[in-house]
């Protein structure tokens, strides 16, 4: 049947190297996949300024949007090696989604065609075109398109189409558009602490979000060193705010804590040494090293928190960091080890 799949999960092998989202060079230009990197995100002075998303369109309670939420429709393509995507991941576990809207993990590969599916290829649900690549998705949805192709990616079956590419927009989706299929769930963008979170959400994009990324993919020393300088600032704000309150927001967990937790869980083993981000380690703050541990000791937040999948997909593979293919055995981390972050309870 053409406007129905079954939801699961795919992982991945089959001899595919992940590798960093962007990090592997090449794009859509006008419906065809060119390695040029026609659309790179090394700008003016060798600085990183990610590409704006492309598929902006919103899955809805009702479908005023146009694209009504359906158990079964919708299908999310990520990657363990991408923050971004990985914030996708962490909100369809938080808003216990896993039976509604189904996922496939993508890897890159030495063909140099951006995410692959691997061995064998996908069969993009709603259809029975079977696609090598995620940017094949791309063109089923827009023969014409021009883009880089990123991950996440969330596909409508029925109309067979990229509803959207842009992470912060999915999580937003699926914390609220699913509400009548799924469990309850905590609304992680409850309506009194909106402007906060937005404020917070800004500050974690250009601080560490994209502090990171300018670390890691700078191509001069002049805007690395701006990027470093911004990151450490932006870190130390961030650890005297959890010094007075459990969460970003104050008393409860929102959107902005599961936004800056792709980072801080990559931080000490990869962005440490690999992106250069080597003044301080999050092990080294009190309160975000213990912040830390409390979402990760989140009911489900462990199981897609896989931080040596994550290391095998930077290190061993052709993500921005160049090397011999040989991933480090540390640091350890003790992400289970108990937190004191309970103190704030009777505060709150």
């Known amino acids: 049947m053409p406007g129905w799949f079954s939801v699961r999960t795919v992982t991945v092998h089959n001899g595919a190297i992940p590798s960093v989202d962007g990090a592997v060079m090449g794009n859509l230009l006008i419906g065809n996949w060119t390695a040029e990197d026609t659309l790179s995100e090394i700008r003016e002075g060798g600085r990183y300024i990610k590409h704006p998303s492309v598929f902006r369109k919103a899955v809805s309670a ?3 949007s146009g694209f009504k939420a359906e158990p079964g429709r919708y299908h999310l393509y990520v990657s363990t090696s991408c923050p971004w995507a990985h914030r996708a991941m962490l909100f369809r576990v938080l808003k216990k989604l896993e039976g509604i809207v189904g996922m496939t993990d993508t890897a890159q590969t030495r ?12 069969v993009v649900p709603g ?11 791309y063109t089923l949805a827009d023969p014409q398109c021009t883009s880089r192709v990123t991950v ?18 999915i999580i937003r989706m699926f914390n609220s558009a699913f509400a009548a299929f799924a469990p ?4 992680y963008y409850p309506a009194p602490l909106r402007a906060a979170i937005d404020a917070m959400n800004e500050k974690v994009l250009k601080g560490v979000n994209n502090g990171v990324n300018g670390c890691g993919r700078s191509a001069s020393q002049e805007a690395y060193e701006e990027s470093f300088d911004l990151l450490f600032a932006t870190l130390d704000e961030l650890d005297d705010i959890l010094g007075r309150q459990r969460y970003l927001c104050g008393a409860q967990q929102t959107e902005a804590d599961w936004r800056l937790y792709p980072n801080l869980v990559r931080f000490d083993s990869i962005f440490y040494i690999g992106y250069k981000c080597n003044l301080r380690r999050i092990e080294d703050y009190p309160n975000l090293s213990n912040y830390l541990r409390d979402l990760y000791q989140t009911p489900g937040i462990a199981a897609v928190s896989d931080v040596e999948a994550m290391k095998r ?13 040989i991933v480090p055995r540390g640091p350890w981390l003790g992400l289970d080890r108990a937190h004191n972050r309970d103190r704030f309870r009777k505060a709150a």
């Open 127 to 137: 259809t029975d075109r079977r696609v090598q690549y995620l940017h094949e998705i």
């Open 152 to 169: 996440p990616t969330l596909w409508d079956a029925h109309t067979r189409t990229v509803v959207n590419n842009e992470s912060a927009e």
């Open 111 to 122: 063909a140099g065609q951006g995410w692959s599916f691997g061995q064998g290829g996908h």
């Open 62 to 64: 009702g479908g005023s």
């Open 184 to 187: 309850p769930a905590p609304d």
């Open 313 to 325: 997909a930077i290190f061993g593979g052709n993500g921005p960091i160049k090397g011999n293919g």
